[in-house]
């Protein structure tokens, strides 16, 4: 039913259903920031390596929002795949060996805060099959943090890697697990 104007003279609903979530609403927002969903697609295109700036053109919202948006969001992410860990754990064992992740892509990719010498750099490895991201380490462009996201990985008896030619991969994959993606 209707529930007054905004500020702007845009139309407000109050919703009949007292279990929904939000107790007023318009059909028309003025920002697409306020329009439901839109903080989920935010998440969604993160953990799909759109950037900052990516997403904040795709989805016609400011940049700042974005990052507000993922702040708020950082309690409830986690570095390794939740989902596909405890399928793993619950299911019979002649299933579980169908949700082992034989192959994974990983790779990096960075962005900067403030300048661009003050580099940011997020590592993930993705489910070659399903391209699900299984896990990711932000930290700097070093063999260390690398083998953080590696650790990451252990739970899910991967036996093929495919990364591009950064030397941290080749220094630190045996060779037999080891493909190259171009």
Request: net charge neutral; hydrophobic share 35%; glycine share 4%.
């Amino acid at each position: 039913m209707k529930s007054g104007k905004n500020a702007q003279n845009i139309q407000r609903y109050r919703c009949k259903n007292s279990a929904c979530p939000t107790q007023t609403f318009m059909l028309d927002y003025r920002y697409n920031a306020c329009v439901p969903g839109v903080q989920e697609k935010v998440v969604e295109m993160a953990i799909n390596s759109s950037g900052i700036r990516d997403t904040a053109r795709v989805l016609k919202i400011n940049k700042n929002t974005v990052i507000s948006i993922l702040k708020s969001k950082e309690d409830s992410l986690v570095q390794v795949n939740p989902v596909f860990l405890s399928q793993k754990s619950e299911t019979p064992l002649d299933v579980r060996l169908e949700l082992v992740c034989e192959e994974v892509e990983i790779d990096e990719q960075w962005s900067f805060v403030g300048k661009k010498s003050n580099q940011r750099w997020l590592w993930h490895a993705v489910d070659h099959a399903t391209n699900t991201v299984i896990a990711y380490v932000f930290g700097k462009r070093k063999d260390d943090v690398f083998k953080e996201l590696k650790a990451l990985l252990t739970p899910f008896e991967i036996s093929r890697y495919y990364t591009d030619d950064w030397g941290a991969y080749e220094r630190n994959l045996d060779a037999e697990n080891h493909g190259n993606v171009a």
